[in-house]
Each structure stands twice: as C-alpha cells, then as structure tokens.
C-alpha cells in the first residue's frame, strides 16, 4: 500500500503498518473512556445511531464476532451479521462479489474475518467504507493486540523497556504476529518462544528462542497462545504431552518471571495445555480482563474509523 | 444451594425450590401488565433501556430461544445470541469458560438451555447476574410451567383443588417436573400418566398412573407432553402404534374429563401422535394461547429478574 | 383467491395477480422516498417503531434475507429472524404450525422463503398479517422483480414499449415469473430466452425463443438469471460449455442490443457463466445498483404493508 493512498488517521485497521505511535495511543486513550461507559449500569451511549456495522465472518469465531456485535450495539449501531463457511479455496472474485453486496447495502462499517490472509488488504481496495481486520490467516488480528497492549498497561503502567514473553505455536499466530508489531511500538521487549518447528524464520521486533527458561527469565509479563489441536492431529505440532512438558505455562515455571508477572491469553483456553488449568483462575492471571477490555477497545475502534477526526 | 446465599426474592429461575408462592403471584400479576403491553398496536416498552440479555443455547431450540429474544427486546433490551452444538459430554469447565467470556462482555442476564443437568445451578455460583433456566435436561423448565399456569388460570380461574392431568413421557419431561413443582404450589392436584416404562419412581407433588381413563376422569384440564421421537428410536419408548393406542389425546378420551375441559401442549406438536390432530385446532385447544402467553411470561421475568424489587 | 377476500389495496405481495398498476406504481414512488433516506449519513426512520417483522426462511438465502431484515431495521423495526433447513418435503401441516406460533409472539408480518410452491399462499389463510413472498419454488419473486423495475427505469426512463430481454434458465426461475408479470403490467415487451430444455410452455406476458440473437436484437435491456448448478448436476440443464457457447451475455452480443443497454443479474453471479465477468463490472451492468435499489423497495413495501393506507 503506498503512502500517499492512505490519509495521515488511517481509514482502515488492517494490521498496524499504516499506525503510528500516536495514532495508537488515541485508541487506547478512547478505550479508557469507553470503559467508563462500561461500569454504567446503563452500558449504552448514542454515538453511532444510523450506522450499521457488518461482521462478515467467512471463518467462524463466536466470541469475537460476538464482542464486535456487542461492542456496536453499545454505541447504538445496527449490525448486520453475515457468517459463512466458505472453504479456504474460495476465489478472491467471490469475496470481493459478497463485499461489493454488502457495500450496495449501505454498510457503514466492515469488521471481517477470513482465513485467507491478504483478504483484508484486499478489500481495502473494493469498499468505500472502514475496514476492521478481525483475525486473517496467520497475518495479523489487531484489535486482540490493541486489547493485549490495553491490559498489560492497566497492570504494568508503561510498557517501556518491559519484557513480554509470548509462548506457544509462533509460526501459525496472527495473535504473536499483530503483538509484536504493536508491543515494540509502545517500547516493549518482546520475547517469542516455542519449539522450533513452530517459530518463524523470523517476527518483526521480536526475539525468537526454543527456550521457555530463557523467554520467562525476569519477563514482566507471559502470554500463552491458543493450541490448534486441528494442527496437531495433521503432525504439524509435537504431541501434546511433549509440548506440555516443556511449554506449559505452570506455577513453577512462572516463577521465572518477576514477581506477579501477568499471565495473558487470548482464549479460548485449552486448560491444562497451554497453562496449569489452576493458573487460568489464579490473581496474577488476566484472561477474563482481556475479555471485558475487548469490548472497550472494539468501542474505540469503531468510534474512531466511523466518527472520528482524521488528521 | 444454603439458605443464606439466596435472597429473600430469588435472583435467579433455576426451577421453583427457592421460590414462594407470593413469588410466583407477583410474576403472573406482572404478565397480566406485559399482556396489555403486548395487546398495543406498539408492543414495545423501555423498560430495559441498556440492559443485554444473554440467550445461552447449547442445545437447540429455535421457539424457545425467540420467544426469550422477543421478550427482551420489547423492552428494549439488546440480546446477544449464543448457540452452539456441544455434545453432552462437554466437561462442565468449558461451560464455566464460556460463561465467564460472557460475563466479562457486560452481559445483564443470562437464559440458559443446555442438555447437562445441573449446569444452570453451578452457573448460578459462576456468574454475578440474574440466570433464567429456559430447560436444562429433564429437569425443569420453570418459564413453561409459569406460562402453562397463566393459561390455566386464564380459562379455569384459581387452580385450587383442581385436577390437571399431564399425559406422554414423564420420566424424561422437564415440563412435566416444573408444572408439578408450580401447579400443586398454586394448589392443583396433579396426575401424570404414562406407560409404566416412562413414568419416574415418583414426581414430587403429583400422583402416578398408568390409567389414561383414572387421569382424565373429571380433570379440569388436561396437558400433552411432546414425545421425543429421537428416544423412541433408541428403543427407549413403547413403538408409536403402542403408545398412540394406548395414550393419545382422543376427542372421545377427552371426553372423560370435565366438558370444554382445556387442552395444553407445549409443542412442538406431533399432530396424531400426542394428540389427534383436529384436537389442536378445537376451540379445547390452548396451544396457541400458550404460546402468546409466554411472552407475557418471559417478558415479566426478565423484568423482575433485572429491575425488580427484591423483598 | 376469490376477488371479494382481498381489499382493493392488497395486505399481502404474493405474486402481481392482486395488484394493479395504480398500487405498485405507489411502491416505486415511496422507494423513491426511501432511496432519498438511504442517502443520508443517518440512514434511519421511526417509521416501524415497536413493530416486529419476522424473516422466515424455509430455504437459505443469505442475501434476500440480510436485505429485508436491514430494510426493516432502518425502519426502526424489531427482526425476528427464523431460518430453518427442512426438506421440501415437509408437509404442510408443519409450515401452518410454525408460521401459526410466530403469529402468537405477536409478529406484525412475514417475510418468508419457501422452496414449495403455493405455500405463501396457503399462508395467507393461516395468518392475519401481512405476508411478502420473498421467493417460493419457481413461482414468484415479487420484491425481486420491483427492484428490478425500479432499477430499469432509473437508467430508461418509463418501460413503456420498451423491449426487456430475460435470459437464462427461464423454466425454473421465479424471478422471470415475476419480473414478466410486473414489466408488461408497467407496459414493457418482455422477451424470454434460453435452451429449449429451459423454456416453460408458455410465460405470461412473455414472447419465448431459443434464439439469443432474436432476443438481444433491439432489446433496451438485458437480464442474465442466475444458473442453478445443483440443476446442471442432475442432468436438467445443458452441460456448462454447451451453456456458455450459446447463451452467455459476452460483450459481442450484447452489441446486439441497443447502444448502451443495461445489464442485469439478481445475483449472486456466476461470473464468467451467465455473464462475460468483465461485463459485471463494466458501466452497463446494474447488478450492484439493483442491490442498492432492493433496499428501497424492501423498505417501500415494508412501509406500505404496515402502515399504508389501504384504499
């Protein structure tokens, strides 16, 4: 995408290449006025009366699209909910056909999912109208790395100079991905780990290690990753009880990290897999608080592609 | 569930044990406000303003779920719909995860449907709101009895003393508990009937038989219970021959009871199969009714459950 | 039907045979209307407030349905949405239950899609609201067709005399049905074209021929129906070369047609089967502008159904 196409306040969130530090940061300022709405017990404000909002999800995912739907009709937004289980064989001319429909509908706003990464980018150029990447291929899903920065800021204070260790399946993460980008952008450290047939040859910003020892080691803060267990049945993981016994994020493994180091992860959890199932529950875990800021982040983010300034 | 962790006006509809007879009055008097509600050209109140409803489905039930949709959002409720496919051999950890995911998106009330008995009271120590049981296995269903008994009412006047008969398959009936629980509370006498095979050890609250003649006899009323073709396939009821001989609503059986005695179902209905098809369409027949009545029902719940005075 | 059942301006849009010119001139007028509303940044109008349509859908259609659910949104109706997979061989019994129990919720119409014929019309006697036909078998498609005219006299002006070319699988398409009984009621000559294993006996209204030529000779507009390859499958279509050599609308033939003659498709396209895929895009082709347009009308017939006057 070349740099005079897109406008100083980007009309789109497709990953955070088009993102400046600044620009972030007024998502996250939003966000923490947002979460006031949210303590309302009256969690509704006018904000986007007359838009409509689609979620279009060629790849399922309830809980996201849930907290994008969720996040809109807070702001008083119609939404239309358009979910579909197309193969990843589908041709780029029918996404763009069912994208162009919708736009004839009047949309206002496009939050899509799709397991065709580049898809997004793509319909960048099809639509007049924001687009949300919610999760494409193993690119990029940035809303979940806005949330991620969003809560480790809420415990941490800023992230600079802090080490953040990301665990898991590397290779296949668009949640390890879009963090990286971000996380090193608000001054982070970010450390990838995992076995080596799952790391990348190599992820922007980050440092890459097999070692669990060595990522954890005085780490401010652990992320886990979800396991595909879709990809372990295919032998493109280790065995489960392999990856647990030098992966799993145990109490005694977080006592690597500094005191109370936050553990994250962006759900759906395989408890006892990823993480001690017990850990999940524990005072130093944020999982649930990751769920509750989602919608205060998707709020700003929709708030500010649809009504807000662009500079 | 002690004593001490459930307050004096319950905050949840699990089923009818922690509820009193003054309980149960208030929400019927407050149908009987929703019923005007609903007689408008504008069916529509703002009573719930900002308030999101969860519907929580793990297993399907498309009137159910719409009627609890549609309840909320007049009055002005938003709802978020969540259904999933899990087998019944889901680990109640996932059911947790998945509630707490919802909790943390802000959710105000919670109607649950799931296979798994029991789910909807360990639900009730998950979550801080209001947890509406809309059926969970065959235990109880308490908005169906609600409604059952408001259309009983409506047409028999107060229930006390009077003799309803409940007829089809009460060892796997959810409807059948709850309107034992709520009817002999109101005051009825009630009397299930079956084959020998689907009646329980006992139905708390109600007499037994196997005699469709010695349950109809001089019965106010008379309800059929939707038979589970499903189960008759696994061998677990009599063949439908056998149980339509035997067991279905005739207009000459109904004959045993009271003149113009009322007829309920709580439908689906297989017409021919529980009752004779033509009965349904009978000026006896309440099944309709039923239907517009729980909306009332659900409506005066909700409404109790989310904004209600607690005694 | 018998004439005296129905009101000299019609409750339902079935198919035309009820309606005269004065009544769907009124609809194009208020779409008129409505486009002026779909213009505007806020995209929304009180006029169904507190009135609830539901969306039956025996037979998916993403499309149809998401375009009539937002048309009523826009509206500031409530949606009820009820999609369901039954074969077409579920009895009718069934749909007269279903649609009778969405009718005691208090729905205010319907919006229902039917793979069987005639069951629209069967509706009609079951419920006391209004019905649109939103596509039954290979009968009517009424909002289609209005769309469709709508769209054609936004580009030609008025129909009168005005040749219309319909090409394609004219034998099982309720959309040719349709659109031959609306553009000749509106004064259009409409010529049906396709292979003769794909023409009815006779169309009403409507000049047959097998010859694409004759048809696209002249013509001021052309409409390509969408090709049902499920059809193809089983042997009741010609093969797909055998198709596209014959009767594809490529850029060459619809040179036959009169300089700049719009085409049409009700979409979804199967881009480089009924249509040359870059003639989709070009400036001739309206298959986006009738999406857009389906709004409107939706909103139209929405509006005058519910709230019109009925003369």
Redesign the interface.
């Given at each position: 995408m070349s740099q005079s196409a897109v406008p100083s306040f980007p009309r789109h969130l497709l990953d955070f290449s088009d993102w400046n530090r600044g620009q972030v940061e007024s998502i996250l300022e939003t966000a923490q006025m947002m979460q006031e709405v949210?303590a309302r017990?009256?969690?509704?404000v006018p904000a986007l009366?007359?838009?409509?909002v689609a979620t279009v999800f060629f790849e399922p995912s309830?809980?996201t699209r849930?907290?994008f739907?969720?996040a809109a009709?807070?702001m008083s937004a119609?939404v239309?909910s358009?979910a579909?289980a197309t193969s990843s064989t589908t041709k780029g001319?029918t996404y763009r056909?069912?994208l162009?429909?919708?736009?004839?509908?009047?949309i206002d706003a496009y939050v899509i999912r799709v397991d065709a990464a580049g898809v997004c980018h793509q319909a960048y150029g099809w639509l007049h109208k924001p687009v949300i990447n919610a999760g494409d291929g193993w690119r990029a899903h940035p809303t979940q790395a806005l949330l991620d920065a969003f809560t480790l800021r809420e415990r941490l204070g800023s992230l600079e100079g802090k080490k953040i260790a990301i665990v898991g399946d590397i290779l296949h993460s668009r949640v390890a991905r879009s963090n990286a980008e971000l996380l090193t952008m608000l001054g982070a450290q970010v450390v990838a780990c995992g076995p080596a047939t799952l790391l990348p040859g190599s992820l922007p910003g980050a440092t890459l290690t097999t070692s669990l020892k060595e990522a954890l080691l005085e780490a401010d803060a652990v992320m886990a990753l979800r396991l595909q267990k879709e990809r372990m049945d295919k032998g493109l993981l280790p065995s489960l009880p392999e990856y647990i016994a030098a992966y799993q994020i145990t109490q005694e493994r977080l006592a690597w990290a500094r005191p109370l180091a936050p553990l994250l992860h962006p759900?759906?959890?395989n408890?006892d897999v990823e993480l001690e199932?017990t850990l999940a529950d524990s005072p130093q875990s944020l999982v649930?608080?990751q769920?509750?800021n989602?919608?205060a982040i998707r709020m700003a983010v929709l708030y500010h592609l649809l009504v807000g300034k662009r500079s």
């Open positions: 949210l017990p009256v969690k509704k009366t007359g838009f409509t309830t809980r849930l907290s739907e969720l009709r807070r119609d239309l358009f579909t001319e056909d069912t162009r429909t919708l736009e004839q509908m009047g759900g759906p959890m408890r199932g649930e608080r769920v509750a989602g919608q």
